[in-house]
Each structure stands twice: as C-alpha cells, then as structure tokens.
C-alpha cells in the first residue's frame, strides 16, 4: 500500500485567480447546484477564502470550477498544483493548512493524513494512463496500441514521465511500463529485455506532469507517459494504453494484476492499485465549511460535468471511508455513500 514518499516540498507556486461573473453561459451550468451549494444544513453563506492543495492533474478541472464556484458562492479561492505526494507532505511534514486537500492517489490521504490530519476522504473520480507523442517523434507514423513498446524501446528515443518521488503520474508511469512484461491472462506485452530499453530510454526531467507537454513540443521529449484526462484535452496525439497497463480498471481481477507493479522512491515502496482520486477538509483546514462547499461542487453535476469535459472519469456515486462517516460534513455526506471498500480499493487506513 501507498506509503510517505518523496523528498520535503516547498510551498510550491500559488495559482491564484479573482474572476468576474460568468459569461451568461456558463453561469447557467453553474447555477444547477445553487440550492445545493447554498443551503446545507447548519452552514454559513457568507463569502470567505478557500485554500486548495491538489495535484497537477487536477489544475486544470479545478482552474475551470474556480471561477464558477467563485461566482456562485463569493468566496475567494487559491489553488496551489504540485505532485500529490508534495501536496500532502504540505500539511502532512510543512505544518501548513488548507481547507481543500485533491490527490490522484487516495492511498496518500487515507495513508498519511486520516488520524492525525483529518478523518475522512471521499474517492470521486479515476483517470488512466497513456502516452503522448509528437506529429515528428521517432516512430511516429507506425506507434499504435499493438506496438508502441517496439517504437520506444529504440535507441533513438526519449521517453519523460514525472518524478515519481513526488508525483503519482510518475509512479504510475513506471508502473505502466513493469505491467507489460508481467503475463495478464496467459501472455504479456512484451519480454523483460524490451522492458529494461524502455526504462533506459525513460528520463525525468520534472517533477510533476504539468512541464511535460512543453518539454515535448520543445522537441526534448519524443514521448511522455501520463493520464489520459491530459492527452486528451491536448492538441498532441496520444496512444491509449492496453487496460492490462492503463491502471484504470477497479475489478479485483485487474487489480491483482496491477499489485504486480511496484516502484520504490527511497522513502517508500508504492504498489500498482487502480487509479481514483482522493479529496478531504483536512482536520487542520482554516475554513472547512468553505472546504466543503469545494467538495459537494466538485461530486456533483456542475463539478462532475467539468470532470468530464477535462477527460477524466467522475465516480458515479461518490464514496467515502466507512470509518469516518460520522465526521463528514452533511453538505458532502447527502450525495455520497460510505463504504470500506470501493470494489477492490480499501478506504479506511
């Protein structure tokens, strides 16, 4: 299970944005949840501030909520995008606080946050991992699904993928790449030989995956492994990983599979699992009312519809830990439902 891992983290680089109203267009889709975000039970509506640690992967749905939720409920939102391992070390190892705490990884909030940090996280979206290219990378006018590790176990290729010390994307990359050699149902993508190319051809020259498209288009990339949700919204093409590889599959069968992949950081030894993100208030969060408002948005219809149109896959119920059910806000408990497990994925620590 997913452990505390990567090196201690700056405060990172603060996205922060004051927005107006909405063009009448996307007000109207914001305004879906008005009753809901404004009248939850015991709560306050009047404006405040709201401080969102999240991973990379998430900027971009969560910069699009931003200014809805901004003109929605009057609260002043500042968002930092890091790897979710340096995101959760923020409050976890740097003693800092914030009201909304978004990860790729939920093991990372129900490994090093639950208890001490917080009592509770809600599992609310999945992803997948696949592989982004250039029109003129090496390869590129024969890559396809049934051979793409022939194109980059050449010597001529450059493969990036984020730190995987302080990036999940990273750890999953890795992952990916030690899943085809491992036999699924009988056979295997590819041998342990082509499996050592590919990592010898594999380089990190980020920390987390939001550098990697520009690295690519720059020419100093060939290809890069990372989610779907960020190939697809791109202008790049991309290849979609077999579902033996992808991590995106929560059936039992698929995710013994996975547990096969393991990556070690120096400081932790992360195991393959399913990909779902995690979200929590944190215990320590200055304004945990507004961290909530953040999460009912995010698990419903407006947040929900944002999380698809960015490629990401939003559960369909959303689901928090059983055993700490009774701490979740009203707000967030009344679209969700607790459980100890969803599908293979364990949620309590």
């Known amino acids: 299970m997913a452990q505390r891992s990567g090196t201690p983290d700056g405060a990172g680089s603060t996205e922060r944005t004051r927005r107006g109203f909405l063009a009448s267009a996307g007000a109207t889709g914001a305004a879906a949840l008005a009753g809901c975000i404004g009248g939850g039970s015991g709560s306050s509506d009047s404006p405040g501030s709201l401080l969102a640690f999240h991973a990379g992967s998430l900027a971009p749905p969560f910069g699009t909520v931003e200014s809805q939720f901004e003109s929605e409920t009057g609260i002043d939102v500042t968002r930092e995008a890091k790897g979710s391992v340096a995101s959760t070390k923020k409050i976890t190892e740097q003693g800092r606080r914030a009201d909304v705490l978004g990860v790729s990884d939920f093991r990372l909030i129900r490994d090093s946050v639950l208890g001490e940090y917080g009592e509770w996280l809600i599992v609310f979206t999945t992803n997948a991992m696949s592989i982004q290219y250039r029109p003129d990378s090496p390869g590129a006018d024969e890559i396809g699904e049934d051979n793409w590790w022939d194109v980059l176990s050449r010597d001529d290729v450059t493969i990036g993928h984020s730190d995987p010390a302080v990036d999940p994307g990273g750890y999953r990359a890795v992952m990916a ?27 990190v020259p980020t920390g987390t995956e939001t550098n990697l498209e520009g690295q690519l288009k720059s020419g100093e990339l060939d290809y890069v492994f990372y989610y779907q949700s960020i190939s697809s919204s791109s202008d790049l093409p991309y290849v979609d990983l077999q579902p033996q590889v992808d991590l995106s599959k929560a059936t039992t069968k698929y995710a013994e599979h996975y547990a096969k992949a393991e990556v070690e950081t120096g400081d932790a030894t992360y195991v393959g699992a399913p990909i779902a993100y995690g979200m929590t208030v944190p215990g320590v969060a200055r304004n945990p009312e507004n961290g909530a408002r953040w999460v009912e948005y995010m698990i419903t219809e407006p947040g929900k519809q944002v999380l698809r149109d960015q490629g990401l896959q939003p559960v369909e ?13 009203e707000r967030v408990m009344r679209h969700a439902e607790a459980r100890e497990n969803l599908g293979p994925l364990r949620l309590d620590e």
Do not use: H, I, K, M
């Open 177 to 203: 790449q030690q899943l085809g050699a491992e036999e699924f149902e009988g056979s295997r993508l590819y041998d342990d030989a082509t499996y050592r190319e590919l990592r010898e051809n594999s380089t």
């Open 317 to 329: 119920t959303p689901t928090v830990n059983a055993g700490g059910e009774s701490s979740v806000p």
